[in-house]
C-alpha cells in the first residue's frame, strides 16, 4: 500500500463526493434542453443540498429512531460503494473490502434501509413507494449481477480494480458478449436509479411515484443526504458502467502521477457524454406502468444471461 | 484422566435426560420449570458447544454403548462433521431454552413439566443422531426426536388444527424415515453389517451408489422441507411455541442435512456428477418456490416456515455443488462449495432462531399472528425491534451481517465452474447462479415485508397500544443471537478457519491458508476476489459518525415534530397502509403460475361486495390430493372383501393357508 494508492483512493473519493451533484444538475440540464425548455442552472443541486442543510428537520410525530437514522446510513452505504469503483485509478487500496458482489450488495443495504424507513411513518403512500422499489429491486439485482459476472468470467476475478486492469489491456476488438451486457446494464441502470421509463425524477403526481414516493415525509438535512445520496447512486452507477465498457483512461498501476492527473479530466469527458446519453434516453421514451416494470427488467436480466452464455460459448 | 470427547457428549445428553426426568417430577410447578430447569438446561447447552467445538479439530472419537438389542449395541462416534453440528446445537439450545426460560406460561395444553421434558428429550435425541454411528442408532434416535417434536408441536393440542398440522408433520416424518432405513440397507451392500464403518468398508456399484443416495435425498429431504416434501413446515411451525418453532427451524433441519452430507460424502466412497446436478436443481427450485411463497404469506410464522424452506434449498444447491467439484475431483471447489454450505447452515440457525423466537414475544405482547393485524411495534416494544432487524437484515443477505458471507461464498464457487470438463454443466451453472440471486433479492423483499408490517408503521389495532416489550431472560436470549449473527458476519475468515477440519474429512482438502486472515475473505487469492466486512462496517459506521458531527456543528440539530403528510387527505386510518396482501400483490402477479390462485371478484350490482382471493400452494393438489385420493380408492377396494360375517373370514383363512401350503411347499 504506497503513498500514491492512498492519496488516489482519497482524491477519488472527494471528487465523487464533489462530482455527483453536478452530474444530477447536468443531467437535468440536458433534459431541459432536448424537451426545449430553459435549463435551470447546472450548479442549482448543489444550492439545493445547502438550503436544505439550513432548514428546521421536520419529522412526522410517530417516526421511530430507524426513521432519523436511515439517510445517514444510506450515504454511508453509497460513500463506501464510491470508495470501491475505480473511477480514476484501479490501485484502489480499500477496493480489497469488498468486490462487485460486495458492492451490489451495498446498493441493496441502501436499498432496504430507505423502504424500511419508508414504512416507519405508516401512510399509505410511504409503503406504496417500499414495495414498489423493492419489486423494481428484485428484478433488477439479478440482471445486475448477471452482467458483473460476465465481466468477472471475461477477467477472472470479481474484483473491479483487476476487471478494469484486464478489461483496459485488451485489443480494440469488440466482445459480443460485452455488447449484450452493455445494454443489460443500461437498462439495469435506468430501473436502479429511478429514472424514466420505470420511475420518473421529477414527478409530482404520488400515485405514480416509486422513490420519490418513499422520500415524501423527509426534510432538510436528512432530505439533503438522501439526495446526495442518490446522487452518489447515479454516480457510482455510471462509473460502473465506464469501467467495464469503457475503461480507457483510468490510470493503471501504482506511482503514476500523471495518468491519475489526466484521468479526472477524461472522466469528466466520460460523464458529460454519459450524461447526456442518459438525458436522450429519458427524453425519447416514456414512462411505463409500474407491472411493465418486468418485461423491462426481465428482457434485461435474458439479456444479460445471454451475455454470458455467449462468452462460455464462443470464448470471447 | 482427560475424559474423552464422546463421553463428554454423553454426559449432557444424560445431562438433558434428567433435567427432563426433573420436570415430569414438577409437572405443573411453573416457576420451578422455568426459573431453575430450562435455565439448567442452557448451560448444558453451552457446555455441549464448547466442548463440541475443541472436538472439531481433534482425532475423530469412538465408544459402544451396551443398550439395545443383544449383540446390537449402540455405537457412537464423534468426528468434526458431528462435531460442527453439535456446536449449531449446543449454541443454538442455549439461547433457545434462556429465552423458553421466560416464555412458557399456564395454558390450556400440555402442563409445563411435560414440555419441559419433550423439549429435553427433543434436544438429547438430537444430539444422539450426530453422534449415532449405527444405522440402528441412528434410526432409534432419528425416531425419537421425529416423536418429540411431534408432541412439542402438539402443546396446544386442544385445538383441532393444531392437531392436524401435527399429523401432518407426523406422517412426512415417517415417509422420510422409510427412505433413511431403505437407504442405510442399500449401504451395507450385502454385507449385513450396519455400522457406519462397515457401510464405509461396502463396495457398491455405481447403480447401489445412486440408488443409495437418492433414498437420502428423499430422505432426509422430507425432514428438510425439500420440495415436494415441504407440505409440513408451513403447517407445522405455525402451530408449535415460538421456542419449538425456533430449535425446529434452527437445529432439526441441519440434523437432516447433517444426514445427508454424512451419506452422501462419508458413508458412499464415490460420487457421481450428475448427483450434483439433482440436488443443486432441487435446492434451487427449494429456494425459489419458499421464497415467493414467503411473500404471499400473511401469517408471521407461515412466513417463516417458508423462508426456512428457501435457506435450505440454498444449502442443498451448495451441497450439490459440492458433489458436482468433487465428483470432478477438484477438491479446493468442493471444500469452498461445502464451506458455503455449512456456513449457511450455521448462519440460519443464527438468524433464524432469533426471528422466531422475536415472533414468539410478539405473540405473547399481541396474541395476534396475523399481518394485518400488527404494526409499529418498535415503539412498544424497541428491545424486540432492534434485535429482529439485526435478524431481518442478516437474513436478507445484506452486508456486513452474516446471511452476505455465505452467499458470497456460494456464489464464488459458482463463477468457478467453467473449469469443469463438462460443457453441459458449464452452460447449466450461469443459470443456477442466476436463480440463486433471484431468489437472494427476493429474500430482501420478503424481510422488508415481515419487518415493515410487524414493526413499523401505525398500530394496525387498537389493542396493540398495550403490548410489552419481552422479559430480561428473552432479551437476554434475542441479544446473544443477534450478537452471533453480527459476529458471524464481521469475522468470516475465523469461522472457515474453523471449518477446515470438516472440509478436509469430507473433500480431503480444506479451504486452506487463501482463504484470508481474520480481517479479509479471499478464497482464491486477493486478486481474484476480496471481501472485508469488518472495514466495510467500520467505513459505514465512521460515515455515518462523521457525517453526523458534522451536519449538527456547521448546521444544527433542530427537530420539529409534525404530522405526517396526508396528500391533501386527513380522514387516513392505519387500516390505509399496506397490509401483508397488498405487499405480497406484485409478487403473486410477477409470479402467478407457482400458484393456485382462487379469486371471488364482486360484481358492480352487489349491496354488500366481498373481494376474496386465495393463494395457495400447488403442491397440494398436484401430489398430496392425488395420492390421498388413490389412497382412499384403494381403501375402498380393500373394504370390498370385507364382509362382516365369520363364514366369509374363515373363508379367507382356509383359502390363504391352501395357497401358502402350495406356494411354500
Given amino acids: 500500500?504506497?503513498?500514491?494508492?492512498?492519496?488516489?483512493?482519497?482524491?477519488?473519493?472527494?471528487?465523487?463526493?464533489?462530482?455527483?451533484?453536478?452530474?444530477?444538475?447536468?443531467?437535468?440540464?440536458?433534459?431541459?434542453?432536448?424537451?426545449?425548455?430553459?435549463?435551470?442552472?447546472?450548479?442549482?443541486?448543489?444550492?439545493?443540498?445547502?438550503?436544505?442543510?439550513?432548514?428546521?428537520?421536520?419529522?412526522?410525530?410517530?417516526?421511530?429512531?430507524?426513521?432519523?437514522?436511515?439517510?445517514?446510513?444510506?450515504?454511508?452505504?453509497?460513500?463506501?460503494?464510491?470508495?470501491?469503483?475505480?473511477?480514476?485509478?484501479?490501485?484502489?487500496?480499500?477496493?480489497?473490502?469488498?468486490?462487485?458482489?460486495?458492492?451490489?450488495?451495498?446498493?441493496?443495504?441502501?436499498?432496504?434501509?430507505?423502504?424500511?424507513?419508508?414504512?416507519?411513518?405508516?401512510?399509505?403512500?410511504?409503503?406504496?413507494?417500499?414495495?414498489?422499489?423493492?419489486?423494481?429491486?428484485?428484478?433488477?439485482?439479478?440482471?445486475?449481477?448477471?452482467?458483473?459476472?460476465?465481466?468477472?468470467?471475461?477477467?477472472?476475478?470479481?474484483?473491479?480494480?483487476?476487471?478494469?486492469?484486464?478489461?483496459?489491456?485488451?485489443?480494440?476488438?469488440?466482445?459480443?458478449?460485452?455488447?449484450?451486457?452493455?445494454?443489460?446494464?443500461?437498462?439495469?441502470?435506468?430501473?436502479?436509479?429511478?429514472?424514466?421509463?420505470?420511475?420518473?425524477?421529477?414527478?409530482?403526481?404520488?400515485?405514480?411515484?416509486?422513490?420519490?414516493?418513499?422520500?415524501?415525509?423527509?426534510?432538510?438535512?436528512?432530505?439533503?443526504?438522501?439526495?446526495?445520496?442518490?446522487?452518489?447512486?447515479?454516480?457510482?452507477?455510471?462509473?460502473?458502467?465506464?469501467?467495464?465498457?469503457?475503461?480507457?483512461?483510468?490510470?493503471?498501476?501504482?506511482?503514476?502521477?500523471?495518468?491519475?492527473?489526466?484521468?479526472?479530466?477524461?472522466?469528466?469527458?466520460?460523464?458529460?457524454?454519459?450524461?447526456?446519453?442518459?438525458?436522450?434516453?429519458?427524453?425519447?421514451?416514456?414512462?411505463?406502468?409500474?407491472?411493465?416494470?418486468?418485461e423491462f427488467l426481465g428482457t434485461a436480466f435474458l439479456l444479460a444471461v445471454l451475455a454470458m452464455l455467449v462468452h462460455l460459448l464462443l470464448g470471447s | 484422566m482427560q475424559p474423552d470427547a464422546i463421553s463428554l457428549v454423553l454426559a449432557a445428553v444424560v445431562a438433558w435426560l434428567a433435567i427432563g426426568a426433573l420436570g415430569i417430577a414438577g409437572l405443573r410447578k411453573l416457576r420451578f420449570v422455568s426459573r431453575v430447569l430450562f435455565p439448567a438446561g442452557a448451560g448444558v447447552g453451552i457446555a455441549l458447544a464448547v466442548v463440541a467445538f475443541l472436538a472439531i479439530g481433534a482425532p475423530a472419537n469412538a465408544v459402544v454403548l451396551p443398550f439395545g438389542l443383544p449383540d446390537l449395541p449402540f455405537h457412537l462416534r464423534i468426528d468434526a462433521l458431528s462435531a460442527f453440528f453439535l456446536v449449531l446445537l449446543g449454541a443454538m439450545s442455549a439461547a433457545i431454552s434462556l429465552f423458553s426460560a421466560g416464555y412458557f406460561r399456564s395454558s390450556e395444553g400440555t402442563p409445563p413439566g411435560l414440555i419441559c421434558f419433550q423439549y429435553h428429550v427433543f434436544l438429547a435425541a438430537m444430539a444422539l443422531v450426530l453422534v449415532a454411528d449405527d444405522a440402528y442408532a441412528f434410526m432409534v434416535a432419528w425416531e425419537a426426536m421425529a416423536l418429540a417434536s411431534y408432541f412439542l408441536v402438539t402443546t396446544e393440542h386442544r385445538i383441532p388444527e393444531i392437531r392436524r398440522a401435527g399429523f401432518l408433520y407426523l406422517l412426512i416424518a415417517h415417509v422420510g424415515a422409510i427412505g433413511i432405513l431403505l437407504c442405510f440397507g442399500v449401504?451395507?451392500?450385502?454385507?449385513?453389517?450396519?455400522?457406519?464403518?462397515?457401510?464405509?468398508?461396502?463396495?457398491?456399484?455405481?447403480?447401489?451408489?445412486?440408488?443409495?443416495?437418492?433414498?437420502?435425498?428423499?430422505?432426509?429431504?422430507?425432514?428438510?422441507?425439500?420440495?415436494?416434501?415441504?407440505?409440513?413446515?408451513?403447517?407445522?411451525?405455525?402451530?408449535?411455541?415460538?421456542?419449538?418453532?425456533?430449535?425446529?427451524?434452527?437445529?432439526?433441519?441441519?440434523?437432516?442435512?447433517?444426514?445427508?452430507?454424512?451419506?452422501?460424502?462419508?458413508?458412499?466412497?464415490?460420487?457421481?456428477?450428475?448427483?450434483?446436478?439433482?440436488?443443486?436443481?432441487?435446492?434451487?427450485?427449494?429456494?425459489?418456490?419458499?421464497?415467493?411463497?414467503?411473500?404471499?404469506?400473511?401469517?408471521?410464522?407461515?412466513?417463516?416456515?417458508?423462508?426456512?424452506?428457501?435457506?435450505?434449498?440454498?444449502?442443498?444447491?451448495?451441497?450439490?455443488?459440492?458433489?458436482?467439484?468433487?465428483?470432478?475431483?477438484?477438491?479446493?471447489?468442493?471444500?469452498?462449495?461445502?464451506?458455503?454450505?455449512?456456513?449457511?447452515?450455521?448462519?440460519?440457525?443464527?438468524?433464524?432462531?432469533?426471528?422466531?423466537?422475536?415472533?414468539?414475544?410478539?405473540?405473547?405482547?399481541?396474541?395476534?399472528?396475523?399481518?394485518?393485524?400488527?404494526?409499529?411495534?418498535?415503539?412498544?416494544?424497541?428491545?424486540?425491534?432492534?434485535?429482529?432487524?439485526?435478524?431481518?437484515?442478516?437474513?436478507?443477505?445484506?452486508?456486513?451481517?452474516?446471511?452476505?458471507?455465505?452467499?458470497?461464498?456460494?456464489?464464488?464457487?459458482?463463477?468457478?465452474?467453467?473449469?469443469?470438463?463438462?460443457?453441459?454443466?458449464?452452460?447449466?451453472?450461469?443459470?443456477?447462479?442466476?436463480?440463486?440471486?433471484?431468489?437472494?433479492?427476493?429474500?430482501?423483499?420478503?424481510?422488508?415485508?415481515?419487518?415493515?408490517?410487524?414493526?413499523?408503521?401505525r398500530p394496525r389495532e387498537a389493542n396493540l397500544a398495550y403490548a410489552k416489550d419481552a422479559g430480561k431472560h428473552e432479551r437476554l436470549a434475542l441479544s446473544l443471537l443477534a450478537a452471533g449473527c453480527v459476529l458471524l458476519g464481521i469475522f468470516p475468515g475465523v469461522v472457515i478457519h474453523a471449518l477446515d477440519p470438516v472440509n478436509v474429512l469430507l473433500v480431503g482438502s480444506p479451504v486452506g491458508e487463501a482463504a484470508g486472515n481474520w480481517l479479509m475473505l479471499a478464497p482464491f487469492g486477493e486478486d481474484r476476489s476480496s471481501y472485508s466486512p469488518l472495514i466495510v462496517l467500520v467505513v459505514i459506521v465512521a460515515v455515518v459518525l462523521v457525517t453526523m458531527q458534522v451536519v449538527h456543528r456547521y448546521y444544527h440539530g433542530r427537530v420539529r415534530r409534525a404530522d405526517p403528510w396526508d396528500c391533501g387527505y386527513p380522514l387516513q386510518t392505519p387500516r390505509m397502509q399496506d397490509t401483508a396482501e397488498g405487499f405480497g400483490q406484485p409478487v403473486r402477479q410477477v409470479f402467478e403460475p407457482f400458484f393456485r390462485i382462487e379469486r371471488e371478484l364482486p360484481t358492480p350490482f352487489d349491496a354488500t361486495p366481498r373481494y376474496r382471493v386465495d393463494a395457495s400452494d400447488p403442491w397440494w393438489h398436484w401430489i398430496y390430493v392425488p395420492v390421498a385420493r388413490a389412497a382412499e380408492l384403494a381403501a375402498r377396494f380393500v373394504g370390498l372383501i370385507q364382509q362382516g360375517r365369520i363364514s366369509v373370514y374363515l373363508t379367507y383363512s382356509f383359502v390363504t393357508l391352501l395357497a401358502l401350503l402350495f406356494l411354500v411347499r
Fill in chain 1, 1 to 294: 500500500m504506497t503513498a500514491t494508492a492512498l492519496l488516489s483512493q482519497a482524491v477519488q473519493l472527494a471528487l465523487a463526493l464533489a462530482l455527483a451533484p453536478l452530474l444530477v444538475g447536468w443531467v437535468n440540464q440536458c433534459r431541459a434542453w432536448l424537451s426545449n425548455r430553459s435549463a435551470p442552472p447546472l450548479l442549482l443541486p448543489y444550492r439545493t443540498i445547502r438550503k436544505l442543510f439550513m432548514k428546521d428537520a421536520v419529522v412526522a410525530s410517530n417516526a421511530s429512531p430507524l426513521f432519523r437514522l436511515t439517510p445517514y446510513v444510506v450515504f454511508g452505504a453509497m460513500c463506501c460503494a464510491a470508495a470501491i469503483v475505480p473511477s480514476l485509478a484501479t490501485d484502489l487500496p480499500f477496493a480489497l473490502a469488498a468486490d462487485t458482489i460486495a458492492l451490489v450488495g451495498l446498493f441493496a443495504l441502501a436499498r432496504v434501509f430507505i423502504a424500511l424507513a419508508a414504512m416507519d411513518i405508516g401512510t399509505a403512500f410511504g409503503s406504496l413507494g417500499a414495495r414498489r422499489e423493492m419489486f423494481v429491486g428484485f428484478l433488477a439485482e439479478p440482471a445486475l449481477l448477471m452482467v458483473l459476472f460476465t465481466a468477472s468470467l471475461i477477467s477472472g476475478s470479481t474484483s473491479l480494480p483487476s476487471i478494469v486492469d484486464t478489461l483496459a489491456h485488451r485489443e480494440l476488438a469488440i466482445y459480443p458478449s460485452l455488447a449484450f451486457a452493455g445494454v443489460a446494464f443500461t437498462m439495469v441502470s435506468l430501473a436502479e436509479n429511478a429514472r424514466i421509463p420505470v420511475d420518473n425524477p421529477a414527478t409530482h403526481l404520488e400515485l405514480t411515484m416509486i422513490h420519490e414516493a418513499m422520500v415524501l415525509e423527509y426534510s432538510a438535512r436528512h432530505l439533503a443526504l438522501i439526495e446526495w445520496a442518490s446522487a452518489l447512486k447515479l454516480f457510482n452507477y455510471s462509473c460502473i458502467g465506464l469501467a467495464l465498457f469503457f475503461p480507457f483512461g483510468i490510470a493503471q498501476g501504482s506511482e503514476n502521477w500523471a495518468a491519475i492527473a489526466l484521468a479526472v479530466p477524461v472522466l469528466v469527458g466520460k460523464l458529460a457524454l454519459g450524461g447526456f446519453l442518459l438525458a436522450l434516453i429519458e427524453t425519447v421514451s416514456a414512462k411505463m406502468r409500474i407491472f411493465r416494470a418486468p
Fill in chain 2, 187 to 457: 449401504l451395507q451392500g450385502g454385507s449385513g453389517d450396519y455400522t457406519f464403518a462397515g457401510m464405509r468398508a461396502a463396495a457398491l456399484s455405481p447403480a447401489w451408489a445412486s440408488v443409495g443416495f437418492f433414498l437420502a435425498l428423499f430422505g432426509f429431504g422430507a425432514k428438510a422441507g425439500i420440495l415436494p416434501l415441504h407440505v409440513w413446515l408451513p403447517e407445522a411451525h405455525p402451530a408449535a411455541p415460538s421456542p419449538v418453532s425456533a430449535l425446529m427451524s434452527g437445529v432439526m433441519l441441519k440434523t437432516a442435512i447433517y444426514g445427508l452430507l454424512r451419506v452422501a460424502f462419508d458413508l458412499l466412497q464415490l460420487q457421481l456428477w450428475w448427483w450434483g446436478v439433482v440436488a443443486l436443481a432441487f435446492g434451487l427450485v427449494t429456494a425459489l418456490f419458499g421464497v415467493i411463497f414467503a411473500a404471499a404469506q400473511t401469517d408471521m410464522k407461515r412466513l417463516l416456515a417458508y423462508s426456512s424452506i428457501e435457506n435450505i434449498g440454498i444449502i442443498v444447491s451448495g451441497i450439490g455443488l459440492a458433489i458436482l467439484f468433487k465428483a470432478y475431483d477438484k477438491p479446493t471447489l468442493a471444500a469452498i462449495a461445502l464451506t458455503a454450505a455449512l456456513y449457511h447452515a450455521l448462519n440460519h440457525a443464527f438468524f433464524k432462531s432469533l426471528l422466531f423466537l422475536a415472533t414468539g414475544a410478539v405473540l405473547h405482547a399481541t396474541h395476534e399472528r396475523s399481518l394485518g393485524k400488527l404494526g409499529g411495534l418498535i415503539h412498544r416494544m424497541p428491545w424486540v425491534a432492534w434485535l429482529a432487524l439485526v435478524g431481518t437484515l442478516a437474513i436478507a443477505g445484506l452486508p456486513p451481517l452474516n446471511g452476505f458471507v455465505s452467499e458470497w461464498l456460494l456464489l464464488q464457487a459458482f463463477l468457478f465452474t467453467p473449469t469443469l470438463p463438462q460443457s453441459f454443466v458449464n452452460m447449466l451453472v450461469p443459470i443456477a447462479a442466476a436463480a440463486l440471486v433471484l431468489a437472494a433479492a427476493l429474500a430482501a423483499y420478503v424481510m422488508v415485508k415481515f419487518y415493515g408490517v410487524i414493526f413499523l408503521g
